[in-house]
T-cell receptor
Framework: NAGVTQTPKFRVLKTGQSMTLLCAQD?????MYWYRQDPGMGLRLIHY???????AKGEVPDGYNVSRLKKQNFLLGLESAAPSQTSVYFC?????????????FGPGTRLTVL | EDQVTQSPEALRLQEGESSSLNCSYT??????LFWYRQDPGKGPEFLFT???AGEEKEKERLKATLTKKESFLHITAPKPEDSATYLC?????????????FGKGTKLSVKP
């Protein structure tokens, strides 16, 4: 049982390049989330999904797109990377979105945009 | 606007020196308050969920409490391995999708 895994662990991009971050969970969770964590800002929600085939915007969605084609996977895409997207990205999953549902986090992806 | 504020930003303790971390919140309606631990270079690890004022939960040297305006994470006789950043997050009544509002965290350092 690997929990939540993220690929890649590190990545360096040039401004304007594109990339996709992959999140996978093996806990059969319905809900999945993408966050970014910046110094002094705390964790901020980018996009989330409440089930296979669904996605929704979070607090800071601009410049990102997501897809949830399979229940166990949640992809985060950057179409044209900008230096402001330099951050650590965390994926999380939860059994439900209600009150009794803690989120389980992956190890993170450290992205640098030059 | 819903908001979560954690204090202090950083805390240095000697091994065995008990203390408390604070998480104050303003939300339209609290459905739950969550505590996480985050080690350097890793993702947050779930510790506790508190649902109503007066509730308390314990895990080893950690004890979390909740009032109508704030939560405390009490650390009793800490050890160096308790060093980490502790994050607080709230779920409000509008958060049916589990969207948590996080504080910026308290970085705890415990020296031997």
């Amino acid at each position: 049982n690997a929990g939540v895994t993220q690929t890649p662990k590190f990545r360096v991009l040039k401004t304007g390049q594109s990339m996709t971050l992959l999140c996978a969970q093996d806990m059969n969770h319905e809900y999945m989330y993408w966050y970014r964590q910046d110094p002094g800002m705390g964790l901020r929600l980018i996009h989330y999904s409440v089930g296979e085939g669904t996605t929704a915007k979070g607090e800071v969605p601009d410049g990102y797109n997501v897809s949830r084609l399979k229940k166990q996977n949640f992809l985060l895409g950057l179409e044209s990377a900008a230096p402001s997207q330099t951050s650590v990205y965390f994926c999380a999953s939860a059994q439900s979105g209600g009150i009794k549902s803690e989120q389980f986090f992956g190890p993170g992806t450290r992205l640098t945009v030059l | 606007e819903d908001q979560v504020t954690q204090s202090p930003e950083a805390l240095r303790l000697q091994e065995g020196e008990s203390s408390s971390l604070n998480c104050s919140y303003t939300v339209s309606g609290l459905r739950g308050l969550f505590w996480y631990r985050q080690d350097p270079g890793k993702g947050p690890e779930f510790l506790f969920t508190l649902y109503s004022a007066g509730e308390e939960k314990e895990k080893e040297r950690l004890k979390a409490t909740l009032t109508k305006k704030e939560s405390f994470l009490h650390i009793t006789a800490p050890k160096p391995e308790d060093s980490a950043t502790y994050l607080c997050a709230v779920l409000n009544y509008g958060g049916s999708q589990g969207n948590l509002i996080f504080g910026k965290g308290t970085k705890l350092s415990v020296k031997p």
